[in-house]
């Protein structure tokens, strides 16, 4: 029977091995087996201390692999949802706004995050001034028609929505500079 470890160093190198098919075994998989090696590394060398006897170094350091398997199991699945969601944001944008409007799920969410954005600057804005808005982009009104439900020229509707506008860029390029 071989000597009882000494430290966190010689216990990993003596039951690596070992530590490393229990990890293969609970990921079903040899892929992440590096990282939750590394991570049952940093624990043991992290809490050495913490072991009561040299003798229940080997029970304590299977319990540590599996813990960390089932961790990376855990952000696996978490990162998966994550790509899925973004999957179907792409797809319920895409259904919107006709196939194939988002290539990438990343473009879904950069859209949806500069959709949250422009929410909030609107609604920072005057209410008028988010009415004009309104009317022109959501309600597809022509100038005129907007001129007409106003009582003023189309001239002055085209000035305000252009001044609008620049004032909304503004608001949304100062939130974007750090």
């Known amino acids: 029977m071989p000597a009882p470890p000494k430290n966190a160093f010689e216990a990993l190198r003596m039951h690596g091995p070992w530590l490393r098919a229990v990890a293969i ?8 087996a590096d990282d939750v090696m ?8 992290r809490n050495w201390s913490t072991l009561q006897s040299i003798h229940s170094a080997r029970p304590w350091l299977y319990k540590l692999t599996v813990r960390a398997a089932l961790m990376h199991r855990r952000s696996l699945g ?4 994550r790509v899925q969601e973004a999957a179907d944001l792409t797809r319920a944008r895409g259904a919107s706004r006709g196939a194939g409007a988002f290539a990438n799920p990343l473009d879904a969410l950069l859209a949806s995050e500069r959709s949250e954005q422009l929410r909030q600057a ?12 309104m009317m022109k982009h959501v309600d597809d009104c022509s100038y005129r028609e907007i001129a007409e439900r106003l009582g003023v020229t189309s001239a002055v ?8 506008r620049q004032k909304l860029r503004a ?7 750090p």
């Not at 608001?171 to 500079?177: E, R």
Request: proline share 2%; glycine share 2%; charged share 30%.
């Open 25 to 32: 075994a609970r990921l079903k998989t040899t892929d992440g």
């Open 38 to 45: 590394q991570d049952v590394a940093a624990a043991a060398m």
């Open 78 to 81: 978490r990162a998966r949802r």
């Open 122 to 133: 609107m609604a920072r804005l005057p209410a008028r001034d988010a009415e004009l808005l």
């Open 157 to 164: 509707v085209e000035m305000r929505l252009f001044r609008i």
């Open 171 to 177: 608001m949304l390029t100062a939130k974007a500079t």
